[in-house]
């Protein structure tokens, strides 16, 4: 049974920076994807960084390039979401989630099976 659970939200200010964790735990193979999705009051969710278990290639919305970065530790079996220059437009509800073994990786949510509860990140200007 895969588990994600994310730690590492909270509150900052506008060009501030958080990092967020997600310790993951179960039968996950290094094609699975990993995935971090938003959501904002009133808005539909949205992907934001992805990467695959094994490391490689990483995809990224648009509006988070050159800011966040999403990294792993195998060792502790932890994905990682550092973001810098941080907006109230980046205020939201942020979701890890992990596809099953074999996935495209990109942030199209129907292929993610598992998701975190959440950890909410708070952007003040």
């Known amino acids: 049974q895969v588990q994600l659970v994310e730690s590492g939200g909270g509150s900052v200010q506008a060009g501030g920076s958080l990092r967020l964790s997600c310790a993951t735990s179960?039968?996950?193979?290094?094609?699975?994807?990993i995935g971090w999705f938003r959501q904002a009051p009133g808005k539909e969710r949205a992907g934001v960084a992805a990467s695959r278990r094994g490391g490689g290639r990483t995809y990224y919305a648009d509006s988070v390039k050159e800011r966040f970065t999403i990294s792993q530790d195998s060792a502790k079996s932890t994905v990682y979401l550092q973001m810098n220059s941080l907006s109230p437009e980046d205020t939201a509800m942020y979701f890890c989630?992990?596809?099953?073994?074999?996935?495209?990786?990109?942030?199209?949510?129907?292929?993610?099976?598992?998701w975190g509860q959440g950890t909410q990140v708070t952007v003040s200007s």
């Open positions: 989630a992990a596809t099953g073994q074999y996935c495209s990786l990109d942030l199209v949510a129907t292929q993610y099976r598992h």
């Open positions: 179960g039968v996950l193979y290094s094609s699975t994807c």
